[in-house]
């Protein structure tokens, strides 16, 4: 079984500050999704990285896929009270089968 | 539909009986998601639908559970004698290719007791 492992499991910050969030992996992925959960929602993708090295930006958001494609992590600047969510990454290792991580629930706090 | 669409929203149920949980994913979307949340975890897989090909089952924890998607279309999720740890929220997600999940609907947070 691949295990995705994020870190840290919460994260609670002041408006304004950065955050970093993991995920890791001993197994190599073709690509890795990242997605933010709502309470009372379904989760909605953020972006997907698909090469080595790949660095996506989408606003304040920043994903890194790593260069073995096992392990990626997402850094928001600036983090505003809307950041506020349980962010999942999914690695996928074979059509349809996605590996998805615990989660990271993050807080920001006005 | 504008989105995935699953009902109920919420189902509590008791212990040994059996529930049906609806998936109507997004018009013209050839693959369809089965995903289980419970609380403080990850996603487990369950079942996923892609086109005509047999469904991957490999995630159904127990043969009580079962899945089926009529027309290509509309899936349901059937959970036969149910027990306390099969209360969780049951996600559903579809996309327009396989391997790359696009859209989830809100699930339906089932209770049982």
């Known amino acids: 079984t691949q295990l995705l492992e994020q870190s840290p499991q919460f994260l609670s910050i002041q408006e304004g500050e950065n955050l970093t969030v993991y995920c890791n992996s001993s197994s190599v992925f073709s690509s890795l999704q990242w997605y933010r959960q709502e309470p009372g929602e379904g989760p909605v993708l953020l972006v997907t990285?698909?090469?080595?090295?790949e660095v996506k930006k989408l606003k304040r958001l920043t994903f890194q896929f790593g260069d073995a494609r096992k392990d990626s992590s997402l850094h928001i600047t600036a983090a505003q009270p809307g950041d506020t969510g349980l962010y999942l990454c999914a690695g996928v290792a074979s059509w349809g089968k996605f590996q998805f991580g615990a989660g990271t629930q993050v807080v920001v706090t006005p | 539909g504008a989105g995935v669409s699953q009902s109920p929203s919420n189902k509590v149920t008791e212990k040994g009986k059996d529930v049906e949980l609806r998936c109507d994913p997004i018009?013209?979307?050839?693959?369809l998601y089965w995903y289980r949340q419970s609380l403080g975890q990850g996603l487990e897989f369950l079942i996923y639908f892609q086109g005509n090909s047999a469904p991957d089952k490999s995630g159904l924890p127990s043969d009580r559970f079962s899945a089926e998607r009529t027309g290509g279309s509309v899936s349901t999720l059937t959970i036969q004698r149910t027990q306390q740890e099969d209360s969780a929220v049951y996600l559903c997600?579809?996309?327009?290719?396989?391997?790359?999940?696009?859209?989830f609907g809100q699930g339906t947070r089932l209770t049982v007791v």
């Open positions: 018009s013209g979307h050839t693959a």
């Open positions: 990285v698909v090469t080595g090295g």
């Open positions: 997600a579809s996309s327009s290719q396989g391997g790359v999940i696009t859209f």
